[in-house]
């Protein structure tokens, strides 16, 4: 099973109080309108406009 990655649309604050700038690379887990994102371990509550699903390093579309 591949990760499924995203790309923050706009900035978001973590649990940890950190703000992640647009263009953030986050880690995603669920679906739906509501996802958990993650950056180095710092949890992200996400809204489904807040991210767009991008294709990880090497997978379809890539050039190996």
């Known amino acids: 099973m591949s990760r499924r ?3 923050l649309l706009v900035p978001v604050s973590g649990l940890s109080g ?3 700038p647009e263009g953030t690379r986050v880690a995603i887990r669920g679906s739906g309108g ?3 994102g993650f950056v180095d371990g ?3 509550p996400l809204a489904w406009w807040e991210f767009a699903d991008t294709q990880p390093e ?3 579309g890539t050039l190996a």
């Open 58 to 60: 090497g997978g379809p």
């Open 42 to 44: 710092d949890w992200l």
């Open 18 to 20: 950190t703000t992640y």
């Open 5 to 7: 990655l995203g790309t």
């Open 34 to 36: 509501s996802v958990d």
